[in-house]
């Protein structure tokens, strides 16, 4: 497991963050106007839903919000643990939606490569744009993120993980020291 | 197998249904794997079952049954198992009359070993998708009555279930004709009955099993009227379990015969459920062996 873990946002900074982020996803799409937010499971989808229920209340619509589960389409999958098996729910057509994607950490980009064809097999949004609430660098590929909380900048040997109050009983972003043996092990997108 | 290790497969299991009311049934997990169903019995369900399982997930798959092949001409298994995995096959899925062949294939070959049933010692993925189904009907396996009934000697389908089913803590019980009865039968961790009346009284769920009527001509039975006459079920029986009994069928199914056409048709049958979850189990178990993941013993 982790040694000492240091608190870099706590749950007020979050909480401005993800109000941002839902302005700026209204101004940039100009209205919520066929605008759907699709979380991808695990840590992405408390996030998800605080964007959706944000959205809602500035722009005054009800937006649709689906859950993703990755697993099956990762390209990394033998050197990560099987973490919680759900199933991905998303109960509406993605095709010709704007959707966002939402996870908690963009890192390397492998999530976020496999989230955008699991995606692909569901049907053919008009536009998909990706919101994070933490970017910590060290991407493997081409990905970037349209809606970022905050730039962070790591080292490959730690580890950052966003808790929610939701799962964890608080809102935090904590970043550690990897423990032995971790290695380069993501631990985000 | 360890209660653990089930509830793991049951829970991937489940969260893979979804994928197969997709209109793209199609995940890419296991992109460039080699399947290979090797089947020396035939089967309709197994077979297929197995074959869409890994097409869903992306992989290759070769079927290699007796007829048309060089098992006709005096080939071993051992033969067919090394030239097999020589050609790059990672998983072989057997289905074989005798019983421990998948145990003796795992010590021939380094690729994984699924099986899908031998002689008359094991149908574990039956078993699985028989847990999963009632499962997801009864919100858990552990204290329910489960009654098996038919011809439990030769049943392999019998075995897996009544061993998954006690270690996932339900009670079984198993009926049928003295004569299809396995000897020391009381030495399992099982009610046994030979009168069905008495066994379904208060069942949560009925597994009926196939009868096989080769075995007609041995003297196993006086004839096929008297066997449904005493262990068929049928929609008066049914009445003696309970109002939300589970009628289960591992197929193919003899209508008329150990299940009335009523009762496989009507409303408390999930044969078919069982069919679906069938292909989400072998899923599951193929990513657990081939696509990372905690690891699982042998099937």
């Known amino acids: 497991m982790q040694t000492s873990a240091t608190k870099v946002m706590d749950d007020n900074e979050i909480r401005r963050a993800l109000t941002r982020i839902a302005h700026e996803i209204i101004e940039r799409n100009k209205g919520a106007q066929n605008l759907v937010v699709i979380g991808v499971q695990s840590r992405g989808v408390p996030m998800a839903e605080r964007l959706a229920r944000l959205i809602s209340e500035i722009e005054g619509v009800e937006i649709q919000m689906g859950s993703l589960n990755v697993a099956l389409y990762r390209d990394d999958y033998a050197t990560r643990s099987a973490r919680t098996i759900s199933a991905s729910e998303i109960p509406f057509d993605v095709t010709d939606k704007t959707v966002i994607l939402v996870d908690e950490v963009l890192f390397t980009g492998r999530t976020t490569r496999a989230a955008l064809d699991a995606i692909m097999d569901l049907g053919r949004p008009a536009v998909i744009q990706l919101a994070v609430l933490i970017d910590r660098g060290h991407r493997e590929v081409p990905i970037r993120a349209d809606y970022v909380g905050r730039n962070l900048p790591t080292s490959k040997k730690e580890s950052v993980d966003v808790h929610w109050v939701e799962t964890k009983g608080e809102d935090a972003v904590m970043i550690a020291k990897a423990a032995e043996g971790r290695g380069q092990r993501a631990e985000g997108s | ?299």
């Open chain 2, 1 to 299: 197998m360890t209660a653990a290790e089930i509830g793991l497969i049951l829970d991937t299991a489940e969260s893979y249904k979804e994928i197969l009311s997709r209109p793209v049934k199609k995940v890419p997990i296991l992109r460039g794997k080699s399947v290979c169903t090797l089947f020396y019995e035939n089967s309709t369900r197994t077979r297929c079952s197995f074959e869409i399982a890994a097409k869903i997930m992306s992989a290759d798959t070769t079927t290699v049954s007796t007829g048309g092949s060089s098992i006709q001409k005096g080939e071993s298994l051992k033969d067919t198992l090394l030239t097999l995995e020589a050609m790059g096959m990672d998983l072989f899925v057997i289905r074989h009359g005798a019983s421990g062949a998948p145990h003796f294939a795992a010590q021939v070959v380094k690729s994984s070993v699924v099986n899908a049933g031998d002689g008359m010692h094991e149908h574990p993925t039956q078993g699985l998708l028989d847990m999963l189904t009632i499962r997801e009907n009864k919100s858990e396996i552990k204290g329910l009555n489960v009654l098996i009934v038919g011809d439990i000697m030769h049943s392999r389908v019998a075995r897996s279930n009544l061993w998954g089913l006690s270690k996932m803590g339900a009670e079984v019980r198993l009926c049928g004709p003295s004569t299809l009865l396995p000897a020391e039968v009381e030495k399992l961790p099982v009610k046994v009955f030979t009168d069905l009346d008495a066994a379904i009284e208060g069942a949560d769920v009925v597994n009926v099993l196939r009868i096989q009527l080769e075995r007609m001509d041995r003297g196993f039975f006086p004839s096929i009227r008297e066997y449904s006459t005493l262990f068929g079920i049928n929609k008066s029986r049914l009445r003696r379990a309970k109002r939300d009994v589970l009628v289960m069928h591992p197929g193919p199914m003899n209508r008329g015969i150990e299940i009335t056409p009523e009762v496989a048709d009507g409303e408390f049958a999930v044969i078919t459920d069982q069919v679906t979850n069938g292909v989400a189990v072998r899923m599951a178990l193929l990513y657990l062996l081939l696509g990372g993941g905690a690891h699982v013993g042998t099937a």
